[in-house]
Nanobody, 121 residues
Framework: QVQLVESGGGLVQAGGSLRLSCAASGIIFSFYVMGWYRQAPGKQRELVARIVGGGSTSYDDSVKGRFTISRDNAKNTIYLQMNSLKPEDADVYYC???????????????WGQGTQVTVSS
């Protein structure tokens, strides 16, 4: 019943910006830890940023100072503002949601279908 729908991906030149959105349904949004992951071909999916219900955030070191994750509980939506994009940021980005009681086990969460981010040189 959990549904996560990403949008906002596309092609941008290095140094540019994109804003990803993930609209969640089928959950009590404020109870869920939300995050963004990315995956390149041949590599494992890796955590980019996460945000808990109270608003606390964490980031992978590679995006600190450039990306910002936020959530709008009224809209059941999270965002990833990506600035100063680099070619190495080009990946498929996935929205992730897991109930706070199950956050210790990522396999218990849900995934969106992904949105492609392409960064040109």
């Amino acid at each position: 019943q959990v549904q996560l729908v990403e949008s906002g991906g596309g092609l941008v030149q290095a140094g540019g910006s994109l804003r990803l959105s993930c609209a969640a349904s089928g959950i009590i949004f404020s109870f869920y830890v939300m995050g963004w992951y990315r995956q390149a071909p041949g590599k494992q999916r890796e955590l980019v940023a996460r945000i808990v219900g109270g608003g606390s955030t964490s980031y992978d070191d590679s995006v600190k100072g450039r990306f910002t994750i936020s959530r709008d509980n009224a809209k059941n939506t999270i965002y990833l503002q990506m600035n100063s994009l680099k070619p190495e940021d080009a990946d498929v980005y996935y929205c992730y949601a897991v109930h706070m009681r199950r956050a210790h086990d990522p396999s218990l969460g849900s995934w969106g279908q992904g949105t492609q981010v392409t960064v040109s040189s």
